[in-house]
């Protein structure tokens, strides 16, 4: 056992330096002074960002987990430092991204007596972290710190929040370093045995398919199974659709994708799913954006759910066949026992859908969102990373920026967190330096964390921030206007500033695009900047809306796949938001 | 009232870390299950506890959640016993106003239950009963003829039959 005589701000950082920490980002305080003390006294090549608002620090770590696959650490001071990330914990922890967030605290003697800026954090973070540790010794640090690492990023990954007393980070510390985990109750999954009565039943089920359809997920790219998955689909040559988070999974420009389905996926899509005989999901959670109705959802075939997690088989819809497992396991025991199904006759209806209902829009006109990021697509030839905020310019950019690679589309999913975006593609490009970083935002969303335009812009960092400015909460709005008989109200974003002069006050270029004749240019000279962070202010139209469009807690069936006749009335949703 | 047809009696088996019995409660509560009895005890090693937890809501579901109590870091496991022949006990204490005059007929209902009459004043008894929870519902009706002044349950615990642990 190796006993050092160090504080406990050394020890943690001396245990994040053990898990191949690369980033801390965060916000000081009075609490965590000596964890900031510890980072000058030890000697890690972890390296600090100091962020504008603890928001922002967590979105960031999120950014970076999505765009490397690898957990950084947030650190904030306790009480409105430590709420302050809550949003952007529960962001990750809805799209099961790792992150490890140290919360200081008071005093362990003053907790629970309402001492200067104590919130319970431990308490309030609960539903919304896999783990959570208050720690009582600063013995425990390294076992604790080991524990948070292996369970944030393990299994189904997710956040893990580590409250830590002054006393703690100040305090002696004389334990083991290389603690020992202690986690009995922890299973993974991840190396458990694959049921091979599953995996005989899926592909006994595949080999009798006539219309079979893959629907992947997220997980396949947290398990690092796309290239498995394009083999896999390529093999027995079915198709495949992806959720919105597993753009990626798949390659979107294959012959055999169809793009992404859901609530405003692709039409052709959407259809495949009420014409297949055979679903085989991998790695999704079946959410409700892409269930509509779950009593109605694909009810003509036969479903197959493979996930990691048990408690997802059978939470939204009940599968004839399941099966626990690892994505890329599952599919590596599955190949052996699967050979090519004859599809043709099925891939050329829905090759017939794909030329009968793309995703389309105007060039002419007003310019349009769709037009932008279209460009952005054609300019940087589909290798951007593109990082989105929340609205109707998020779905447009699903639609219109094609992902062909894991990892590259990267947007608050299940959360539909506003104000993810910026600071999501600030933590992208801190992990993928070398890559181009596109951050699609709405001027709603864009406002809610603008601040770290100036984190982007002390590190010089060289992503494209589109702001796509249609001067009003589009989304909503289009659901005012389709639901609620165009009665807008609370949408208006009168008093937006200058986005232009506000980037340039930070030190960041700025361009404004107007007209739908000077995209081109205007994107070009974006690309070309490369001295730092660039801002590109678009004026959109104001009032397009999204389609095709699923209304919330309707059978997929009922998709609009284009704009009702202005005298159609549109029933109110009875979906969640 | 606890009605044992609806309720069901889960075996949960944690770590003895703190936060656990939130979580679990968290869980029930998030789903809209009442959680309408706890008890919590230390298992054989100290490290770890055993829980008996009575939940009341719809059967359907009950499955998904339990995954969902499995999968807490600090749950090594989860089970359902509602529907299986393990033993279950629990003890009640029951006080009820009875003087002289009707404390001959308390005795003998108590007597049939097989219940030990742990307190007596003039005014009142006070009445330890245990047994599988039907047992104490019975009793509790026929004391119904009293005035009943307070009843405390503790709440079912159970074990399974046999070699096997619970
Ligand atoms: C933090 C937060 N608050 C509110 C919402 C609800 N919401 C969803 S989309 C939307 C409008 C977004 O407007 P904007 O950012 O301008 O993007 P647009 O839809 O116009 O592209 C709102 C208010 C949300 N998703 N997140």
């Known amino acids: ?577 | 009232m606890i009605n044992s047809k609806t309720t069901h009696t889960l075996s949960v088996y944690v770590s003895n870390k703190p936060g656990v019995l939130a979580r679990i409660a968290q869980t029930f509560s998030r789903r809209g299950y009442n959680v309408e009895s706890l008890v919590v005890s230390p298992a054989i090693d100290g490290n770890f506890s055993r829980m008996t937890i009575g939940v009341s809501g719809a059967t359907e579901g009950l499955d998904q959640i339990i995954k969902q109590v499995s999968k807490l870091i600090d749950v090594l496991h989860c089970s359902d016993h509602t529907f299986d022949d393990a033993v279950t006990k629990e003890m009640g204490l029951v006080k009820i106003a009875v003087g002289s005059e009707g404390r001959g007929e308390a005795l003998q209902i108590a007597e049939h239950f097989g219940c030990k009459a742990v307190d007596l004043t003039e005014k009142s008894i006070m009445l330890q009963v245990v047994g599988d929870p039907d047992k104490i519902d019975a009793l509790m009706g026929m004391l119904q003829k009293f005035k009943i002044i307070e009843i405390v349950r503790t709440g079912k615990v159970v074990m399974s039959r046999g070699i096997e642990t619970t």
Request: overall charge negative; hydrophobic content about 40%.
């Open chain 1, 1 to 577: 056992m190796e006993k050092i005589t160090m504080d406990g701000g050394q020890a943690i950082m001396k245990s994040l330096e053990a898990e191949g920490v690369e980033y801390i980002f965060g916000y000081s305080g009075g609490s965590v002074i000596p964890i900031f003390d510890a980072m000058m006294t030890t000697n890690t090549n972890i390296k600090f960002v100091l962020v504008r608002h603890e928001q922002g620090a967590a979105h960031m770590a999120d950014g970076y987990a999505r765009a490397t696959g690898k957990p950084a650490v947030v650190l904030v001071t306790s009480g409105p430092g430590a709420t302050n990330v809550i949003t952007g914990i529960m962001t990750a922890h809805m799209d099961s991204v790792p992150m490890i967030c140290l919360t200081g605290q008071s005093v362990s003697w003053m907790i629970g007596k309402d001492a200067f800026q104590e919130a319970d954090i431990f308490d309030i973070s609960m539903p919304v972290v896999k783990h959570s540790y208050l720690l009582s010794s600063p013995n425990d640090i390294p076992r604790t710190i080991r524990e948070a690492f292996h369970i944030a990023t393990t299994g189904r990954p997710g956040p893990v929040l580590i409250d830590v007393p002054k006393d703690m980070s100040a305090g002696p510390m004389t334990g083991d370093l290389h603690a020992e985990m202690d986690i009995p109750g922890y299973q993974t999954h991840e190396n458990g045995e694959i049921n091979a009565e599953h995996i005989s039943d899926i592909a006994e089920a595949l080999s009798t398919s006539k219309k079979p359809l893959f629907l992947v997920g997220h997980g396949v790219m947290i398990s690092g199974a796309q290239d498995a998955m394009r083999e896999f689909a390529e093999k027995l040559n079915v198709p495949v659709t992806t959720t919105l988070l597993g753009k990626g999974a798949f390659p979107e420009t294959h012959e055999l994708s169809l793009g992404w389905l859901g609530m405003h996926g692709s039409a052709y899509a959407n259809k495949a799913i009420c014409d297949c005989d055979l679903l085989v999901n991998i790695g999704s959670r079946f959410d409700d954006r892409i269930l509509g109705d779950p009593s109605k959802f694909c009810k003509q075939a036969k479903i197959i759910h493979v996930d990691i997690d048990p408690s997802e088989i059978g939470k939204m819809i009940q599968p004839d066949i399941h099966c626990i497992g690892d994505a890329l396991k599952v599919i590596n025991a599955l190949m052996p026992h699967v050979s090519e199904l004859n599809t043709t006759e099925w891939l050329r209806k829905l090759d017939g859908w794909k030329e009968k209902f793309p995703f389309k829009f105007k060039r002419q006109g007003e310019l349009k969102m769709q037009h932008v990021i279209d460009e952005f697509y054609k300019l940087s030839e589909g290798n951007a990373v593109v990082v989105t905020d929340v609205g109707q310019h998020q779905m447009w950019a699903g639609q219109f920026y094609k992902t062909d690679h894991a990892n590259n589309f990267l947007s608050s999913g299940g959360a539909g967190t506003m104000g993810f975006g910026l600071p999501a593609a600030i933590g992208a490009q801190f992990g993928r330096p070398d890559d181009l970083v596109i951050c699609f935002c709405g001027d709603g969303g864009f406002q809610m964390t603008l601040f770290e335009l100036a984190t982007a812009a002390i590190h010089k960092l060289p992503i494209k921030i589109v702001v796509l400015n249609n001067h009003y909460l589009g989304m909503v709005r289009q659901w005012q206007e389709l639901f609620y008989e165009d009665r807008t109200h609370g949408v208006d974003l009168e008093g937006n500033p200058d986005f232009v002069k506000l980037a340039e006050s930070y030190g960041i270029k700025g361009f404004n695009l107007r007209r739908s004749g000077d995209v081109r240019r205007i994107i070009n000279a974006a690309l070309d900047y490369n001295e730092g962070p660039c801002l590109i202010n678009c004026e959109c139209e104001k009032t397009d809306n999204v389609f095709p469009m699923i209304p919330a807690g309707k059978p997929i069936e009922d998709m609009l796949i284009e704009a009702p006749k202005p005298h159609v009335k549109l029933e109110k949703p009875t979906g969640s938001t």
